[in-house]
Nanobody
């Protein structure tokens, strides 16, 4: 069983920066695409960013390009999300997940999820 544990979510002012971390259990972390999704109250879970096993392929939602950076450290079983210039509408619970197959951009493509970390952005 894989466990994913996110951390780093806090209250930040609009325009501020934040780095989220997600630590995975097990010895196969480096074999999987990993991603970040987010979900605001009353909204669907939406794709934020994904990264390939060695970091050579990275995908972002259009809304976060040039502001967010996904990265990973396979030696630490950790994937990161650096978020800059945060906007109030980006307040949400941020989840990391491990890719299982299908589309990178939809939650159905992922079979393991963390519990999420709350990001609050004040205006």
């Amino acid at each position: 069983q894989v466990q994913l544990v996110e951390s780093g979510g806090v209250l930040v002012q609009a325009g501020g920066s934040l780095r989220l971390s997600c630590v995975a259990s097990g010895r196969t972390f480096s074999s999987y695409f990993m991603c970040w999704f987010r979900q605001a109250p009353g909204k669907e879970r939406e794709f934020v960013a994904a990264i390939s096993q060695n970091g050579g392929r990275i995908y972002y939602a259009d809304s976060v390009k040039a502001r967010f950076t996904i990265s990973r450290d396979n030696a630490k079983n950790t994937v990161y999300l650096q978020m800059n210039s945060l906007k109030p509408e980006e307040a949400a619970v941020y989840y990391c997940a491990r890719f299982a197959g299908g589309s990178y951009y939809t939650p159905s493509g992922y079979n393991y999820w963390g519990q999420g970390t709350q990001v609050t952005v004040s205006s």
